[in-house]
């Protein structure tokens, strides 16, 4: 019941204000196909709301946080039957439980559906009520500050990953934000193109973590198998890399942080994985790899007011 109280306030809540929010995107200012960004913005707060939605409507793939929190237990949302269709399509959030008294910090890791350029990336709506009844809603704007993030697409359909050790809290509220730029704002009044994933839906999760066995060691490299063969993507654990050493793990370039332990590992990509090559630079010792796991990705249907 309570579910189901808390969904309802959140359609009255989203009925409200999407009118406004629909219309207005932003973005990097120089967009292209390939490069992944991170938008973040900190919103002072006298006291903590009792209520609160994030509604979100993207043209790409989306990661959403509150505070350093991923708000979801899904992957690669919104859920897109082609990984080239850039249609438009919106989701809500109950965000409740991730806020602070003070301030509250929400940020988005933000994919482009390739090969598509997208001016029209992201556009947000953060609203609820506070504790003496008075409701609030805030748009994305251009005071939202952005920058590419640290994982990119390319063009064969892989990432490229560098993995800078400072960047690792870009989404906290205690994060500094510093060579960081405005966002572009983008009016578009074409409402109708959008979905609605409002509450039951398909969407995308973790299932299962499978070990592969050591299958094949040569000179520079190591080959790992997976039984049973799975549709997701693999994670590797990396101790005592040097500090921009590159590997390929099976397509996905990875460059080193230099940090003790570091992994390496696909954001908004996967593929059919039987196995894996792992290879480097002439820095790569295979005595760094200390874990190889394969991550499964299953459809599933959404049916929960609730994330």
């Known amino acids: 019941m309570r579910e189901i109280m808390i969904g309802l306030l959140s359609m009255i809540s989203y009925n409200i204000s999407a009118q406004s929010f629909m219309t207005q995107w932003i973005s990097l200012p120089e967009v292209d196909s390939t490069s992944q960004v991170w938008f973040r913005q900190t919103i002072v707060d006298s006291q903590r709301p009792t209520l ?17 929190y991923n708000v979801s237990t899904d992957t690669r949302l919104p859920y897109r039957v082609y990984s080239d269709n850039d249609k438009p399509i919106c989701m809500s959030f109950n965000v ?24 029209r990336q992201i556009s947000l709506n953060y609203n609820g009520v506070m ?18 993030a640290n994982i990119s697409l390319t063009a064969d359909g892989e990432e490229e990953f560098f ?17 960081w730029i405005g966002a572009k704002l983008q009016n578009d009044d074409t409402t109708s193109s959008i979905t ?8 995308r999760r973790v299932t299962k973590i499978i070990r592969p066995e050591c299958h094949k060691i040569s000179r520079d490299s ?5 039984n049973p063969a799975f549709q997701g993507y693999v994670r590797i654990t990396l101790r005592e890399a040097k500090k921009g050493e590159k590997l390929d793990i099976g397509g996905l370039k990875y ?9 390496a590992y696909r954001k908004f990509t996967d593929k059919y994985c039987d196995y894996v090559i792992i290879c480097g630079d002439r820095r790569f010792r295979k005595s760094q790899i200390q874990n190889v796991e394969g991550v499964e990705i299953s459809t599933y249907f959404h049916s929960n007011w609730l994330y």
């Open 96 to 119: 409740t439980r991730f806020l602070r008294p003070d301030s509250n910090t929400i940020a988005v890791w933000y994919s482009p559906t390739y090969p598509h350029i997208q001016s």
């Open 52 to 68: 609160a939605n994030i509604i979100i409507t993207t043209t790409g793939q989306i990661e959403l946080y509150v505070n350093g």
């Open 163 to 179: 993995s800078p050790s400072n960047d690792a809290v870009w989404n906290s509220s205690e994060y500094e934000p510093a060579c």
């Open 196 to 203: 609605d994933y409002a509450s039951f839906y398909n969407s």
């Open 222 to 226: 190591i080959e790992y198998r997976f």
């Open 255 to 263: 460059t080193c942080n230099g940090d003790i332990d570091e992994q």
């Open 131 to 148: 504790p003496d009844g008075e409701k609030f809603s805030y748009n994305a704007d251009e005071e939202w500050l952005c920058r590419k």
